[in-house]
Nanobody, 129 residues
C-alpha cells in the first residue's frame, strides 16, 4: 500500500520561505512521476511542480524561479523549496505520484493531476501580506 505523507506547511509573511517534504512508503516503482499540487478554497487543484524518475523537472509558470522540486539521493523523500512566497500561493499543498508511469507530456497546471495514482492528505501553506 503506497502512502505519501506531507509536512512542512505553515504560515509565513509575503517574501518568506518554506520547505515542504513528502515521505513515500510502500513504493517500489523504478519509473515514476512525482509532483506537488495545490488547491485554494473555491479553486481547482493545480499542478505546481513535477519531477520524473530521470531527474527532469517541470514547473508551473506561476512558480518558476521561486519554487524548486527535488528528491534526496535515495529518492525516499520529495521536497518543494518555496521562496519569495506571495499571498496567492496560499493553498493546501499535496504530494502525488504515478504508479510506474513517467511524467506524460501534458500541461502541468491543469492535466498532470489526472495521471496521479497516489495522493497525500496535504499540508496547509498560508502567506500573509
Amino acid at each position: 500500500q503506497v502512502q505519501l505523507v506531507e509536512s512542512g506547511g505553515g504560515s509565513v509573511q509575503a517574501g518568506g520561505s518554506l520547505r515542504l517534504s513528502c515521505a513515500p512508503s510502500g513504493y517500489t516503482y523504478s519509473m515514476y512521476c512525482m509532483g506537488w499540487f495545490r488547491q485554494a478554497p473555491g479553486k481547482e487543484r493545480e499542478g505546481v511542480a513535477a519531477i520524473d524518475s530521470d531527474g527532469s523537472t517541470n514547473y508551473a509558470d506561476s512558480v518558476k524561479g521561486r519554487f524548486t522540486i527535488s528528491q534526496d539521493n535515495a529518492k525516499l523523500t520529495l521536497y518543494l523549496q518555496m521562496n519569495s512566497l506571495k499571498p496567492e500561493d496560499t493553498a493546501m499543498y499535496y504530494c502525488a505520484t504515478t504508479g510506474g508511469l513517467r511524467c506524460p507530456s501534458v500541461r502541468l497546471e491543469t492535466d498532470l493531476l489526472y495521471y496521479m495514482d497516489y495522493w497525500g492528505k496535504g499540508t496547509q501553506v498560508t502567506v500573509s501580506s
